[in-house]
């Protein structure tokens, strides 16, 4: 699976939308991005993933690059309760993977009132 | 809730000792997946089971052992506890063990102090 690099930790305003960004540039064709995110020693919880299209639910949106090297998770309007670890994976969808998701370190967002 | 159940959820033991987590996966998931998280070291990936066999390993010390039951349930087994393996123990659960399975789900995790 492709690396991902993101930024250690970021702040944001409460109300304000936070913006997680996540590089993947070795990415390749069959692979997904997805988030999940982690609250304080938690269980993670899954967000969003997409291919190449951008993608929203209830929780947030996905925005994924063109050449598919980048993407940004958007929280709309972050609430105290978005503080978390959020991680960025990569994985194929193939017959070779069994599944399993393979952290990295994440970006630790800290909302602020 | 995410439907994966794991217990203990605190557990404080002393070296050298040995102890069993269990988990139950969400009804009908056939995948479980072991997951250590120190504080040093972030979410490293154990090993998963799929419907009773092994389907992947990660890095799971050969002192740490796992299986999964003919009911699903999947328990993890760790032997001659040193103060390192003191974690938080992450199961999930997926439905499938190949190919794009979707979303994790994770159960709350289970607290190994080793003293």
């Known amino acids: 699976d492709a690396k991902t690099t993101q930024p250690p930790s970021m702040d944001c305003a409460e109300g304000r939308a936070a913006n997680l960004p996540c590089n993947h540039s070795?990415?390749?064709?069959?692979?997904?991005v997805y988030w999940y995110r982690q609250i304080h020693s938690q269980g993670p919880q899954y967000i969003i993933h997409?291919?190449?299209n951008n993608e929203t639910n209830e929780m947030a949106s996905l925005i994924i690059t063109e050449d598919r090297k980048s993407s940004t998770l958007i929280l709309p309007h972050a609430t105290l309760r978005d503080t978390a670890v959020y991680y960025c994976?990569?994985?194929?969808?193939?017959?070779?993977?069994?599944?399993?998701?393979?952290f990295g370190q994440g970006t630790t967002l800290q909302v602020k009132p | 809730d995410s439907g994966v159940t794991q217990t203990p959820k605190h557990l404080i033991t002393a070296t050298g000792q040995r102890v069993t987590l269990r988990c139950s996966p969400r009804?009908?998931?056939?995948?479980v997946y072991w997951y250590q998280q120190s504080l040093d070291q972030g979410l490293q990936f154990l090993i998963q089971?799929?419907?009773?066999?092994?389907?992947a390993k990660g890095n799971i010390l050969e002192r740490f052992s796992a299986q999964q039951f003919p009911d699903l349930h999947s328990e993890l087994n760790l032997s001659s506890l040193e103060l390192g393996d003191s974690a938080l123990y992450f199961c999930?659960?997926?439905?499938?063990?190949?190919?794009?399975?979707?979303?994790?789900?994770f159960g709350e995790g289970s607290r190994l102090t080793v003293l």
């Open positions: 999930a659960s997926s439905p499938a063990g190949t190919g794009l399975t979707g979303e994790l789900f």
């Open positions: 070795t990415i390749s064709g069959n692979e997904y």
């Open positions: 997409g291919l190449k």
């Open positions: 994976i990569v994985r194929d969808y193939g017959s070779s993977n069994t599944g399993k998701l393979i």
């Open positions: 009804s009908g998931d056939l995948s």
């Open positions: 089971y799929y419907n009773g066999e092994e389907r």
